[in-house]
């Protein structure tokens, strides 16, 4: 018997049940019936796209026009019934196919068509009062219906279409021109149609899910196939680059037509690293990757379920978490970018799900269980914000950078380019602040300033003897130089700066301290010179 229990002992120690993991909780959690957006005709067209995009200004969503297509763009705090004769964006000729918000400005959208053009659409700011029906930029290159667009993830203003004439085009929008009909760049390196296209995070290489069952790994500029996969097992409709994990992830049926999922590395595309069958449904399956909390959702057309993962680096590379169940079966599906989540609820992610059968659009937040009510800055890093990290010419003459970063903790504002650290000084020299451009740097030497016309000198060199040098040296340059090198890359840079405007916060503070002790010890003197004078 005392065998057997030491057996199970081991045997439980080398197979815990559960893996650790701050994500292991997270549930769905569907919006109350007056959060939801009611009365809205969800298109019935049965090609494969999202039909909806969102913004934290607007959601978009395809709609049923008689004569053409078109779309509603609904601000989205107008939750609750929607007025039957709501203007709508109307220009198409034929059936709007995909939408997609232009991620640098929440006020222009992207829309094609099945009459084989591409339109953008600037948004007025107040209420829509009648129909939109004149585009700002109209795009004319493709010679049959246009299915696919996608915006790129860093450059300003660079729009990628494609086609059911094979092709894949990329167009500049930084032109006067409200006509342009010629691409500055077209991929012709597909047989068929493409199913599905994504970027990886700098932009500098696209996959490509297509009709032929291949995906295929681009260098858009080049227009080069670095990698194509021929894998007959598995018949890709969709594929996702999974951030920075140098990995893909594709979504198909079987050989038995059961849907599946699979895993590739994205320098060898000839054999999955990991390929797993889910169930015997024929709807679409709908990837969605959050590269700040590395989980993947999985989401299905025609069913109401969406099933979560977390990606590890190693294996087994996918982790199975839970799985969002709902009787209503969704049509389409759309998400919120990062900065415009609930981080007071902790809500990692939002859906918005399409639901046709009861014209209803019902948002889902996926939410990480916690009593604290504080900012949880461990599922909040960094993430990325609403400014391009590149104009269209410099990333069409080669140059490559990741997306600019931004905080989610509130009142953090936004970080619009990656911060210029001041030169290192002494702590309290506040002359020659002109020279001062970063923001963290000038609000440290202004209180600098402010305390020294308080104090006189003495207090200064008070407040200077209190202060080793080293730390004097540390603090100006905002990191510790003995405990840490310098930062090689964007996000370490990123995190310096923010490291650093604590450490200023926290030396104003210290500051103000010491102007109180300053005052406290200047009464006590002169209350003191006082009584002896009595005496």
């Known amino acids: 018997m005392l065998w057997k229990t030491c057996c199970i002992i081991h045997v439980m120690s080398w197979h815990p049940q559960y893996r650790s993991s701050k994500f292991r909780h997270v549930y769905g959690k569907a919006a109350s019936k007056d959060k939801c957006y009611d009365c809205v005709p969800i298109t019935r067209n049965v090609h494969d796209n999202h039909f909806c995009a969102v913004n934290p200004h607007f959601i978009a969503v395809v709609t049923e026009c008689a004569g053409g297509g078109a779309f509603l763009v609904i601000p989205i705090h107008q939750t609750g019934k929607l007025d039957p004769h709501y203007p709508k964006i109307c220009g198409h000729k034929g059936n709007v196919l995909d939408i997609k918000w232009n991620p640098f400005n929440d006020f222009v959208i992207a829309s094609c068509s099945e009459d084989a053009t591409v339109k953008i659409w600037d948004i007025p700011k107040h209420l829509l009062t009648r129909n939109i029906t004149s585009p700002k930029k109209e795009l004319l290159g493709h010679v049959r219906r246009v299915g696919l667009i996608e915006w790129h993830p860093t450059a300003n203003n660079i729009l990628f279409s494609s086609g059911y004439d094979y092709k894949i085009m990329i167009w500049n929008l930084d032109t006067k021109e409200a006509v342009i009909s010629n691409p500055v760049k077209i991929l012709d390196a597909h047989k068929d149609v493409v199913l599905s296209m994504s970027f990886n995070t700098d932009g500098s290489l696209l996959a490509t ?22 894998y007959k097992s598995h018949r890709v409709n969709k594929v996702l680059f999974l951030g920075n994990m140098k990995k893909l992830f594709s979504t198909g049926t079987s050989r038995w037509n059961n849907r599946q999922i699979a895993l590739w590395d994205q320098n060898d595309l000839s054999v999955p690293l990991l390929e797993e069958d889910l169930d015997g449904s024929s709807g679409l399956l709908f990837p969605f990757y959050d590269s700040d909390t590395h989980m993947l959702y999985v989401v299905g057309k025609g069913d109401g379920n969406i099933r979560y993962y977390e990606i590890s680096p190693e294996k087994p590379y996918l982790n199975y978490l839970m799985e969002y169940r709902s009787h209503l079966p969704q049509k389409g599906i759309g998400m919120m970018p990062k900065r415009g989540l609930e981080v007071s609820a902790c809500e990692i992610f939002r859906f918005y799900k399409l639901i046709p059968t009861k014209s209803l659009i019902e948002p889902i937040s996926m939410i990480v269980p916690r009593r604290s009510e504080s900012y949880q800055e461990d599922i909040y890093p960094l993430t990325t914000g609403a400014q391009p990290a590149l104009t269209a010419q410099e990333w069409l003459n080669g140059v490559n950078k990741g997306p600019l970063l931004v905080s989610l903790r509130p009142g953090s504002g936004a970080v619009n380019s990656l911060p210029q650290f001041p030169e290192p000084e002494p702590l309290v020299k506040t002359t020659d602040l002109s020279q001062h451009q970063d923001r963290g740097g000038k609000m440290l030497l202004e209180g600098m300033q402010k305390s020294s016309e ?6 200064q060199l008070k407040v200077e003897e209190k202060l080793p040098k080293n730390e004097q040296m540390r603090l100006s340059n905002g990191f510790d130089i003995f405990e840490c090198p310098p930062p090689k890359t964007e996000n370490e840079l990123l995190q310096m700066f923010y490291r650093q405007q604590e450490e200023i916060r926290r030396l104003r503070e210290l500051v103000n301290q010491r102007d109180v002790q300053i005052k406290q010890l200047e009464l006590e003197l002169r209350n003191l010179c006082t009584d002896t004078g009595g005496y």
């Open 209 to 230: 899910a297509c009709r032929d069952r291949k995906i295929r790994l681009i260098d858009p500029r080049a227009g080069t196939v670095l990698q194509e996969a021929s």
């Open 454 to 459: 308080i104090g006189d000198n003495r207090k």
